[in-house]
């Protein structure tokens, strides 16, 4: 129920919003625990995914370099500034669905790919 009320959001949104949902989708995705606080926050104007990707160019400018920053975000790595930046703005804690061990890691979780040096 939390990931279609997310999704929602996102088909509903528009430009850097929508980029912005597409990003936390993947966090909701990826934790369904973190679903459920971020399909609740979005009920708040002030939790809405405007209010996450503002947050985010915050960050951006804050930790500009030679007036740039940039980060590519293009699938769930909890270690990624974009995902961390989107999951303190919902408070929601990526390190437990991080600390899961290989073998007790769904498949497939946050990527379609199977690492093979992560069965080693």
């Not at 809405?48 to 769930?76: E, I, P, T, V």
């Not at 909890?78 to 498949?107: C, H, M, R, W």
């Amino acid at each position: 129920m939390s990931l279609h009320k997310i999704k929602a959001a996102v088909d509903t949104a528009e430009g850097n919003a929508r980029q912005m949902g597409e990003v936390v989708l993947m966090i909701a995705q990826a934790d369904e625990h973190a679903a459920e606080v971020i399909a609740a926050d979005l009920d708040n104007p002030e939790m809405s995914l405007q209010k996450c990707f503002d947050a985010l160019r915050a960050y951006a400018r804050k930790h500009q370099r030679g007036g740039f920053w940039g980060c590519m975000c293009n699938s769930y790595d909890p270690e990624n500034p974009v995902i961390k930046v989107a999951a303190d703005f919902y408070k929601v804690d990526l390190g437990a669905a991080a600390s899961e061990t290989p073998e007790t890691q769904p498949l497939g979780r946050g990527s379609d790919d199977l690492d093979l040096m992560s069965l080693l």
